[in-house]
């Protein structure tokens, strides 16, 4: 097969998203660094906007610890990179050539959608035809396991065996390979070991001399890597063959590749398509291998089945006669299913065998309360309600309606707490994205319970409902209210209130215990003051405000209220980018959630992680009084301290100080209310005028109307 640089370019306009899991190990992965228990990976789907039954599927899994990209903003990188598709409709392989298992992920994704099938080359190992030779890996352990390891691997008919060394003492590692050559001599079996870079250059001679005499074929990595010279004298004494594995990890351009293999020039290199460039960048190391007349072979990075197929139908266009280190994925209790399976010691793929297919969202049914309901089903529940609680029902009814019909994009509306409310149009798939986030971020299981006490015709109900609907958990439902949990309900798993709903429920001892049990609430729309801080700090589960806005589609940051990670500052999702616009308000770039980039109002301190930030103000409550600017949330956090009914902070325009500030308040209020108002604030930070109103205006999510608040003070000042 002749090997051409793909232009990996999409035929039809397409959608990514991305999709992260956690897999477990059916026992711990040793190796020199460690063990592995779970295994992060994120998946990569591609859909064709035109034919809704084409996708393509990759896996994006970076090793902790090992990969050059294993960056704590991977998520970010990798939806930018999928954005940037979106929009150009081909894959940039010279711009990610430093994030090889994003390179990997995307090259095969595409491939996959661009084949329309799991057969990702034309090979005689695709057709099943040949198998692909392999070697039977030997985790690191105590000696017992690895010697049970070592029978069974032998028992099945390995002419191959792996050892990973360097964890138990040299001197037992020597005898189980002894205890191997007992019964098997060179040409029976072929012993590969691996030393993850475990050995020392002070002694590693005197272990490799010791290793070539029981006929070891070859080690891979004896020292660690970068010891460039250390490592090319090893080559040339040679008392055994080298492999390089490690030392390959960030040589991104083929100069670089050229450079280490001509100066340490191995006898063998081993390529992990997700830690070595992608398919492209493993190419060329095999090209400029060949010439140098050093030999190869592929291995796989611990990935799931959706990566290890890519990589052994990469593989098999090789014609490689060496053992590769290709697995079927047994490692993991809940791994994709492939065709692909293990005779003797040769992996095959059954072309005929089952195919992985997506796990497809079960459309147009939802959990609630333990029940499965579709929505003609919900759509009888909501006529079958009171008149005081049908309006939830026949809200949901008509969301799900517009959820799950075929339109991509879908109608959200603004709170309208800083202007005018709108109507701006989402796309369904930065939904579910933002759903993925909150449930990954708070380790939700399908089948948790979700609270759904907000109205839904703003993002927070929607939200929670999409939550639910993408991630499987069962949705409880009650009227909008100031008293959520009024009624007693099972203990829920997630809930989200606004600070309004909050403080109300904590009035009632039996509601406060309700919320005293929820495992994660979630607190937003609206700021929450140190009072009502000072009254969660002592619930035992994590309670969270929320920082985003609609164009975010929910929370973008959460802030913990309780426990030893309490703070005073927001920590954005891994997949979001902060930095400062020049008025030292708050940008955001997330591209899960936004095809923009987002300018807010709100005035905050960035910390130098750019990942963590505390909110100041925002731009627009800014009082200009006499020349000097009033942050109108500052006045309110410290006004709380003397005021306990509802008020709030506006302003008039003045003929004298530009900006007269007003303090509005509900009621009425004591004549002493001046005086101790001037024993917490300067002169110039006073209010000019307090009146009494009836009632303060609020938004439908329950934040005060700021613009409503301007207008009502600017009437009463004009009929003065």
């Given amino acids: 097969m002749i090997h051409k640089k793909h232009p990996y370019t999409l035929s039809s306009h397409c959608q990514l998203s991305i999709v992260n899991c956690q897999l477990k190990f059916r026992q711990p992965a040793g190796t020199s660094r460690g063990s592995y228990h779970v295994r992060k990976v994120w998946y990569v789907l591609i859909h064709s906007t035109e034919k809704p039954e084409k996708w393509g599927i990759g896996e994006c899994a970076p090793l902790p610890d090992l990969s050059i990209d294993a960056l704590p903003d991977y998520e970010y990188i990798l939806a930018k990179a999928c954005r940037q598709i979106e929009k150009v409709g081909r894959l940039d392989t010279e711009a990610l050539r430093s994030y090889p298992s994003i390179l990997f992920g995307l090259e095969t994704a595409i491939r996959h959608f661009e084949t329309g099938s799991f057969i990702l080359w034309d090979t005689p190992f695709s057709q099943g035809k040949i198998g692909i030779p392999i070697n039977g890996l030997i985790w690191m352990g105590d000696y017992r396991k690895m010697l049970d390891q070592i029978e069974a691997k032998m028992n099945t008919g390995y002419r191959c065996i792996k050892l990973k060394i360097g964890a138990i003492r040299f001197e037992e590692e020597l005898e189980l390979l002894r205890h191997i050559r007992k019964h098997y001599s060179a040409n029976d079996i072929e012993l590969r070991v691996d030393a993850n870079g475990a050995f020392s250059p002070k002694d590693v001679m005197e272990k490799l001399e010791k290793l070539a005499e029981l006929d070891i074929h070859s080690i891979e990595q004896p020292i660690r890597a970068g010891q460039w010279k250390e490592m090319a004298e090893l080559t040339t004494k040679n008392p055994l063959p080298i492999a390089l594995d490690e030392e390959l990890i960030g040589c991104f351009t083929p100069e670089e590749k050229r ?13 992990k398509p997700s830690l070595h460039g992608g398919i492209q960048g493993c190419t060329e190391w095999i090209e400029e291998a060949e010439r140098l007349q050093i030999a190869w072979w592929v291995t796989s990075a611990l990935e799931s089945n959706i990566g290890l197929n890519a990589i052994a139908q990469w593989c098999a266009t090789w014609n490689n006669p060496l053992p590769q280190g290709l697995g079927t994925g047994q490692l993991f209790t809940d791994n994709a299913e492939i065709p692909l399976l293990i005779r003797k010691d040769c992996l095959w793929y059954d072309p005929l065998g089952k195919h992985i297919s997506l796990p497809k969202q079960k459309e147009q049914i939802l959990m609630i309360e333990g029940k499965i309901f579709s929505i003609a089903e919900i759509r009888r529940k909501a006529n079958l309600q009171t008149e005081e609680t049908a309006l939830i029902w026949k809200n949901l009814y008509a969301f799900l309606l517009e959820w799950f019909n075929e339109s991509p994009v879908i109608t959200v509306q603004t709170s309208g707490s800083t202007g005018e409310p709108k109507q701006i149009t989402v796309r369904k798939e930065q939904m579910k994205q933002s759903a993925r986030l909150t449930c990954s971020y708070l380790n939700l299981k399908p089948g948790d319970k979700a609270f759904l006490c907000m109205p839904l015709q703003f993002i927070g109900g929607k939200m929670m409902v999409v939550r639910a609907i993408t991630h499987g958990l069962d949705l409880w439902v009650t009227t909008p209210s100031g008293h959520p949990f009024s009624e007693k309900m099972p203990i829920v798993h997630l809930a989200a209130m606004t600070p309004m709903q909050v403080y109300n429920t904590l009035q009632v001892p039996e509601e406060a215990e309700r919320l005293r049990a929820v495992e994660n609430l979630l607190i937003g729309g609206g700021a929450i003051d140190g009072h009502l801080e000072e009254m969660l700090s002592s619930f035992p589960n994590p309670i969270y405000s929320t920082y985003g806005m609609t164009e975010t589609l ?126 917490i604030l300067p002169k110039t930070q006073r209010p000019k005028h307090i009146w009494v109103t009836d009632n303060i205006p609020l938004t439908g999510t329950g934040k005060t109307d700021r613009a409503a608040c301007k207008r009502l003070a600017n009437e009463i000042f004009k009929s003065f």
């Fill in 554 to 679: 929910s929370h973008i940051a959460l802030r913990r209220l309780n426990g030893t990670e309490a703070s005073p500052y927001y920590k954005a999702f891994p997949s979001v980018k902060l930095s400062l616009s020049v008025e030292e308000t708050l940008v955001i770039d997330a591209p899960l959630l936004s095809d923009d980039i987002l300018t807010t109002n709100d005035r905050v301190q960035l910390l130098p992680d750019e990942k963590q930030f505390l909110i100041l103000g925002r731009k627009d409550n800014v009082i200009n009084s006499g020349g000097i600017k009033i942050q109108i949330e500052k006045i309110e956090e410290i006004l709380r301290t003397v005021i306990t009914v509802s008020f709030a902070i506006t302003s008039v325009i003045h003929p004298q100080w530009g900006e007269a500030m007003v303090l509005f308040i509900e009621k009425e209020y004591d004549s002493s209310l001046p005086e101790r108002i001037s024993g």
């Fill in 259 to 271: 450079d280490l293999l001509e100066k340490i020039h191995p006898q063998y290199i081993i390529l």
